[in-house]
């Protein structure tokens, strides 16, 4: 699932540049060309989700934080405009990267429930039996 829109990324950066990013190959096309957008908006999500789901169990809740769906629509952005992308949108794309890598990291937080409360931590757990072979139960072979 996407964290962010058509809709949004409308709203975000304008209907007219909806329309040009997502028709690089049809300079006259009149229309966002919602395919197009999803698969960038999808594509976005999944780079999100590698870095959160070093933290976090995907999928997230219902209710997407806000800064995901920011981060979500920057990275969308610079996946359209990636052939020649300008300069405010490579350096938003990868400020959005370093927030990421920080928010892996656990030095951001998004404010859900992490992995750190109660879940895989990285470390290992030994579980042993009683001891089987001991001095009383081995006495007749020493």
């Known amino acids: 699932m996407a964290y962010a829109t058509v809709a949004q990324f409308v709203e975000a ?3 007219e540049e909806a ?3 997502s028709n690089l190959s049809d300079a006259s096309a009149q229309q966002v060309d919602a395919t197009v957008l999803n698969r960038a908006l ?3 999500s999944a ?3 590698s870095y959160l789901g070093q933290r976090y ?3 997230l809740p219902e209710a997407i934080p806000n800064v995901l ?3 979500c629509l920057n990275i969308t952005r610079y996946l359209l405009d990636s052939f020649n992308p300008r300069e405010d949108v490579r350096k938003r794309y990868e ?3 370093r927030w990421l890598e920080k928010l892996a990291r656990g030095l951001l937080t998004l404010g859900l429930p992490s992995n750190d409360e109660g879940a895989a931590d990285n470390s290992s757990e030994f579980v042993t039996t009683l001891r089987i072979f001991s001095d009383s ?3 007749g072979f020493l």
């Open 42 to 44: 999808n594509d976005a």
């Open 69 to 71: 769906i920011r981060c």
């Open 47 to 49: 780079t999100i989700d």
């Open 95 to 97: 400020d959005e990267l």
């Open 57 to 59: 169990t995907l999928p």
């Open 19 to 21: 329309i040009a990013l």
């Open 137 to 139: 139960n081995l006495g």
């Open 13 to 15: 950066f304008t209907e």
